[in-house]
Nanobody, 129 residues
Framework: HVQLVESGGGSVQPGGSLRLSCVGS????????MGWFRQPPGKEREGVAV????????FYSDSVKGRFTISQDNAKNTMYLDMTSLKPEDTAMYYC??????????????????????WGKGTQVTVDS
């Protein structure tokens, strides 16, 4: 059973930065894919960044492209999301996930899958002046 635990969330002013971490149990990150999702208040969970292990390709939603960076440290079984130039609209609960099926493509990104994958419980990010 894979367990994922996120950390690093918090409150930050617009323009600030945060680094989210996701630690997995076992050999978690040799999986098919791994990524970060977020769920703003009252909205659907959406994709933020994903790495596909078979190709090594990374994808970002348009709203975070150029500001967020996904990375991993296999030796530490840890995945990161470096977030810079944070905006109030980045406020959300952030989740990490592995081995998830594709979500639905949207304009500028994708939704979280309705089921499947391994998910953490989330870490809250609030961007507010």
């Amino acid at each position: 059973h894979v367990q994922l635990v996120e950390s690093g969330g918090g409150s930050v002013q617009p323009g600030g930065s945060l680094r989210l971490s996701c630690v997995g149990s076992g050999n978690t990150f040799s999986s098919y894919n791994m990524g970060w999702f977020r769920q703003p208040p009252g909205k659907e969970r959406e994709g933020v960044a994903v790495i596909y292990k078979t190709t090594g390709k990374t994808f970002y939603s348009d709203s975070v492209k150029g500001r967020f960076t996904i990375s991993q440290d296999n030796a530490k079984n840890t995945m990161y999301l470096d977030m810079t130039s944070l905006k109030p609209e980045d406020t959300a609960m952030y989740y990490c996930a592995t081995d998830f099926p594709p979500g639905t493509q949207t304009a500028g990104g994708w939704t979280a899958p309705r089921s499947g994958g391994n998910w953490g419980k989330g870490t809250q990010v609030t961007v507010d002046s």
